[in-house]
């Protein structure tokens, strides 16, 4: 694995550590790992379609105001760099609550990409969508 290729992983790894964050109430870590750039988007598994920082954050604070707790982890982490541009395809599992105080589980494939910012890799791009029901039964 080449320096970048490892880097690109750690910042995927923060994902994670931010995520769990927004979990618990707390959006700023998305403010470290997140491009402050005015071309980045957002697309949330909720339907949710953001570009620029300003309001891709705004939305990580509403999401973090509404969270009840959860935990969640990367899986099948796949990445590729080339030059200064990175991807990261991986699933997301773990556990959310939900409004009824129920835990439920979470199954999200996610890809982002990532830009080297004066030495530092982040993110710029974010999609997100939930794992569809019909290839869960297939899969069973």
Do not use: C
Not at 29 to 45: I, N, Q
Not at 51 to 68: N, R
């Amino acid at each position: 694995m080449t320096p970048d290729e490892k880097a690109v992983h750690d910042a995927v790894e923060q994902w994670f550590v931010a995520l769990n964050a927004m979990l618990a109430g707390d959006p700023e870590p998305f403010a470290e790992l997140y491009s402050h750039a005015s071309d980045v988007t957002y697309m949330g598994a909720e339907g949710t379609y953001r570009v620029g920082w300003d309001d891709t954050y705004a939305d990580w604070k509403v999401q973090a105001e509404k969270s009840l707790g959860g935990d969640v982890h990367g899986e099948d982490i796949h990445v590729v760099v080339e030059g200064t541009m990175a991807t990261a395809s991986h699933f997301t599992k773990g556990t959310v609550t939900s409004p009824d105080g129920k835990a439920t589980d979470l199954l999200v494939r996610e890809t982002s990409v990532f830009r080297k910012e004066d030495g530092a890799w982040k993110m710029v791009a974010h999609q997100a969508d939930d794992y569809p029901l019909w290839v869960r039964v297939l899969n069973r």
